[in-house]
């Protein structure tokens, strides 16, 4: 037995889950130190995704950039692409059109439906119930469809450009009328799914209690978005940002900072989003959808900031003779991952991975190359 | 037909391997198979995470530098016969990732999956359709029927 | 011409077992977990009859392990176990005295699960530990603690499941045994013929439960799959078997299912599996309805860690107890 003076913990072995396993949907490196069975110290490595995306877009002209932007991540696609042009349109002082601004909330929603159904798949896959699993993989080819019907592709459709949306997406009635129906549908099914989840005890017990994080621990390793706002700390920016001024949300919080906290999380935040989608469809005002009288200046960095499925995304760079210079994309999984590695201690094996992807982790959105400029 | 390729005709093992790529492919190559819309299942073809079992492996992404060793490694543990499937532009050509600029290559990813195991079959888009991954597993079936 | 009999009969039987077991996990598989989960389904024969026909056609290697011949005789022998247990079911074999007993095939089933340490201790696959990568960089967290393979985990876990995991299939054996009194299967199925089958009375009812649940535990299904979960330890102790090899894990399985079943009609209905005797089709037809009402429960239930494992077991048993009390009154 290997007693580790620094940590005062008892460690028996260490066992190591790789780039490639099935529990693991994208690829990275999970160290666990274990104790008969139960987990004393985790560590997580990032960086097996580095693929360099802010070195190929250094240089580039602007609209190439954005477009390249949605292709770091095939989840969370319309949301690089939007706040990298908001980012050029702040710095530009683009004046975006109303209607453009409702597609673009519309897309976003439509986004943050089919990536809480597919982290609701995934959990469940990760608790071995591939019954539900199935289910919502099923719930969410509805939204798939929609997406594919407004953007011309079921992955990364492309819908905003620099000053607008791109024509393509342009929503007349019959697609008006199948968003309203698409969305009476989801409502139905994932109301009955989570009445079904809630009440079955075999699940419940398996998720109550597992990979707790407090609010405190949760506010001082910087984490955001749902995962945050699951241990009790109501925070969502999209209180504060200007497009989403015209509808009516409410913010979710669950109180124990759990994994079922968690779950449930996602399963109330889908209501909003339908409710958001309904309030765009019913409200949508007339006029064009792109803008296209702006002049291309050198700008310093602009920094944006949009609140994404995961928590709060972060883009900046500066222009220069029409070229994108210094861009910093940085993402909310950084930081929800980070603190995932503290969740899992003190649990059984099986609960260390679940504790692992119960912060909806996209690791291929977060491979940066980062400095560390202090500790 | 002989017993041997009936048999291995009806029962296909697939194994996924992500390495590096956006995920947008991984997560339509697993909306085919556990997805009841498209159910890959009933061309009997199975899922399975463990190179010894598998006949056929799919790969996405462009193979990053820390992906590629293990690539090689599940490669070579896979008994033969067997068959390769690169799925989606960046297994094909590397995607958006292979030159930073112009034609300037990447040092970030060791290249498309054509430059660390041999591929037979090859299936475009980005992202994948479903239902193109399973016409590129059944193309690349009869490579495995027909082999000794 | 009684000898020539009981050979046939001996032959038949277990040829027929074999034949039907194949067919199990493909129906399993199309006719229950397809139509719960609202999709198609493979054909019945892929899963039991062709996937391990494809694998006798794959070559042949040498598994990483450090006895690898030992590693790959582990499935024959476990074949050989499961075959045995359903040989000693058949009344033709009942002279063997002892080995006709309720105790002879406790300890046969112990032989068959003390396999699963023995294959998980001897397996190091490519997923686990030899995935090579850079792991012990500067700043890496406690490069000098010993790294473990998942299928020592796994191992270790059978190893507790050994402990713990089959009291309840023991204990509903026994609750025929305190009915009839007697461990020899020949007593045991004589009184059933006299006083009606075991099943039809309190302690028999309960008994079934406990050996339901005492079923799949010892098939490894979900929710008790902890041996060989896919969150944590892939495949477990199978993780390095290939070819032909495999394709015994995969017969193995079925005769498995198809042998327990019969045991619970020896011991809970008095009906020995004879295939000169026309009563076979309710043996069939228990083998065929076990592995269906196992499925269905499989297909609604996540995977147990220890946490909700422990106290099933311990509930069942406690039920199982209260059951062999109901019969010795």
Redesign the interface.
């Known amino acids: 037995m290997d007693d580790n003076k620094q940590n005062r913990t008892v460690i028996e072995a260490e066992i190591p889950m790789g780039p490639v396993h099935p529990a693991a949907l994208e690829p990275y490196r999970l160290r666990l130190f274990v104790e008969d069975e139960i987990v004393r110290d985790a560590e997580m490595t990032v960086g097996v995704n580095h693929r360099g995306v802010e070195r190929i877009m250094e240089g580039l002209p602007v609209e190439k950039a954005n477009s390249l932007t949605e292709k770091i991540c095939g989840i969370c696609s319309n949301s690089h692409i939007w706040n990298s042009c908001r980012t050029a349109e702040i710095a530009l002082g683009i004046e975006v059109p109303e209607r453009a601004k409702y597609i673009r909330i519309i897309m976003e929603e439509l986004e943050r439906l089919h990536s809480h159904l597919l982290y609701l798949a995934h959990g469940n896959e990760v608790l071995g119930h591939e019954t539900f699993s199935m289910r919502l993989f099923y719930i969410r080819e509805t939204v798939m469809d929609l997406l594919g019907m407004i953007g011309g592709n079921r992955v990364q459709y492309g819908s905003a450009v620099l000053g607008g949306v791109r024509p393509r997406c342009q929503l007349d009635e019959m697609r008006l009328q199948k968003i309203s129906e698409g969305m009476d549908l989801i409502e139905e099914k994932v109301t009955a799914f989570a009445d079904r989840f809630v009440s079955d005890p075999m699940i419940m017990s398996r998720i109550t209690g597992v990979g707790v994080i407090s609010s405190k621990d949760a506010l001082r390793l910087a984490c955001s978005g749902p995962t945050l706002r699951a241990t009790g700390v109501a925070k969502d920016l999209r209180t504060d940002m200007p497009e989403y001024d015209p509808f009516e949300f409410d913010v979710i919080t669950q109180d124990d900072g759990d994994v079922k906290s968690q779950l449930l999380m996602r399963v109330l935040e889908i209501p909003e989003a339908i409710k958001i989608i309904r309030q765009a469809v019913r409200d949508l005002p007339e006029g064009p959808i792109t803008n296209r009288s702006w002049e291309m200046q050198d700008t310093p960095i602009t920094k944006s900031y949009i609140e994404v499925p995961r928590g709060t995304l972060y883009h900046s760079y500066a222009l220069e003779d029409g070229r994108v210079r210094n861009c910093v994309i940085r993402t909310p999984s950084m930081a929800n991952i980070g603190a995932m590695q503290y969740a899992c201690i003190g649990h059984h094996i099986t609960d260390a991975q679940l504790s692992v992807v119960q912060c909806d982790p996209c690791f291929t959105c977060t491979d940066r190359a980062i400095e560390i400029i202090k500790i | 037909m002989s017993l041997k390729s009936y048999s291995r005709g009806r029962a296909v093992h697939v194994m996924l391997v992500y390495t590096g790529g956006c995920n947008g492919c991984d997560i339509e190559i697993v909306n085919c198979i556990l997805s009841p819309k498209f159910d890959a299942e009933q061309y009997k073809v199975f899922l399975t995470w463990n190179p010894r079992e598998a006949d056929v492996l799919v790969v996405t992404g462009p193979v990053t530098k820390h992906n590629e060793q293990p690539l090689r490694e599940i490669y070579n543990a896979i008994p033969e016969p067997k068959a390769v499937v690169a799925a989606g532009a960046c297994a094909l050509m590397g995607g958006v990732y292979k030159n930073c600029h112009g034609d300037i290559p990447s040092e970030e990813i060791a290249g498309p999956v054509d430059n660390i195991i041999p591929v037979d079959a090859k299936v475009p888009g980005c992202a994948v359709r479903p239902q193109d991954i399973v016409a590129g597993l059944v193309s690349a079936l009869p490579l495995l029927l027909n082999a000794d | 011409m009684d000898l020539i009999y009981s050979l046939i009969a001996v032959l038949g039987t277990l040829v027929v077992a074999f034949i039907v077991s194949l067919f199990l996990p493909g129906l399993e598989?199309k006719f229950i977990h397809?139509r719960?989960?609202?999709?198609?389904?493979?054909?019945i024969?892929?899963?039991g009859i062709?996937?391990p026909?494809?694998f006798f056609?794959?070559?042949?290697?040498t598994?990483e392990s450090s006895m690898p011949r030992l590693y790959n005789a582990l499935p024959l022998i476990s074949l050989i176990v499961v075959v045995v247990i359903l040989l000693f079911l058949i009344p033709d074999m009942y002279f063997a005295g002892a080995l006709a007993s309720v105790i002879a095939l406790v300890g046969f089933l112990k032989v068959e699960e003390i396999m699963y340490m023995f294959m998980g201790s001897l397996s190091r696959?490519?997923?686990?530990?030899?995935?090579?990568?850079?792991?012990k960089a500067k700043g890496?967290?406690?490069p000098?603690?010993?790294?473990?393979f998942?299928e020592d985990?796994s191992s270790?876990?059978a190893f507790r499941l050994i402990a713990f995991g089959s009291f309840p299939v023991y204990i509903a054996m026994f609750v025929a045994v305190a009915m009839t009194g007697s461990i020899y299967l020949q007593d045991i199925i004589a009184y059933q013929q006299v006083h009606g089958p075991v099943l039809f009375s309190v302690a028999g009812v309960l008994g079934a439960i406990v050996f339901f649940i005492g079923y799949m535990i010892l098939l490894n299904e979900?929710?008790f799959?902890?041996l060989k979960?896919?969150?944590?330890v892939?495949?477990g102790p199978?993780?390095?078997?290939?070819?032909k090899y495999?394709a015994y894990v995969y017969i193995t399985r079925g005769f498995l299912m198809f042998t327990l079943a019969t045991l619970f009609s020896v011991l809970f209905l008095g009906i020995a599996p004879n295939i000169l005797n026309p009563t076979f089709i309710i043996t069939l037809i228990v083998a065929l309805l076990f592995p269906m009402l196992m499925a269905v429960f499989s297909?609604?239930?996540?995977?147990?860690?220890?946490?909700?494992f422990y106290p099933t077991v311990a509930g069942v048993s406690i039920i199982g107890v209260v059951a062999i009390i109901a019969a010795l009154l």
């Open positions: 598989r397809a719960i989960q609202q999709r198609v389904g493979p054909p024969t892929s899963p062709m996937a026909l494809k056609f794959k070559k042949t290697i598994p696959s490519v997923l686990s530990v030899r995935m090579p990568f850079p792991d890496a967290a406690h000098e603690v010993h790294q473990s998942f985990l270790l876990r979900y929710p799959a902890i979960g896919k969150p944590d892939v495949e199978y993780l390095e078997y290939a070819a495999r297909a609604f239930s996540p995977i147990f860690t220890y946490k909700q």
